[in-house]
């Protein structure tokens, strides 16, 4: 009812690059530097319009877990007011 298609976009980062280390969040100014370059490569891909043009997009990274039913259809509420 909600989805058309759901795509895996992968982001290829370059393992050197590909950081997540919350314990030096302190030290190293790109401790998160993994998780914003797969932000941004998706980002990229919508804006492309390699596969349609959207207004908006929702990025649930893959660890995310729902903790309330319906959250979905609240987040869509959201946008459409």
Same mark, same amino acid.
């Given at each position: 009812k909600c989805f058309d298609n759901i795509y895996a976009i992968e982001a290829n980062i370059p393992k050197e690059l *590909?950081? %997540? $280390?919350? /314990? /030096? +969040?302190?030290?190293?100014? #790109?401790?998160?530097n993994g998780p914003n370059r797969q932000f941004e490569a998706a980002f990229?891909? $919508? +804006?492309? =319009?390699?596969? =349609? +043009?959207? *207004?908006?997009? %929702?990025?649930m990274e893959g660890d995310s877990v729902p903790v309330? #039913? %319906?959250?979905? *259809?609240? $987040?869509?509420?959201?946008i459409n007011e």
């Open positions: *590909d950081l %997540y $280390i919350p /314990a /030096a +969040q302190e030290e190293l100014y #790109n401790w998160v990229r891909v $919508i +804006q492309s =319009g390699e596969w =349609g +043009q959207y *207004d908006g997009f %929702y990025l309330k #039913n %319906y959250w979905l *259809d609240v $987040i869509l509420g959201e």
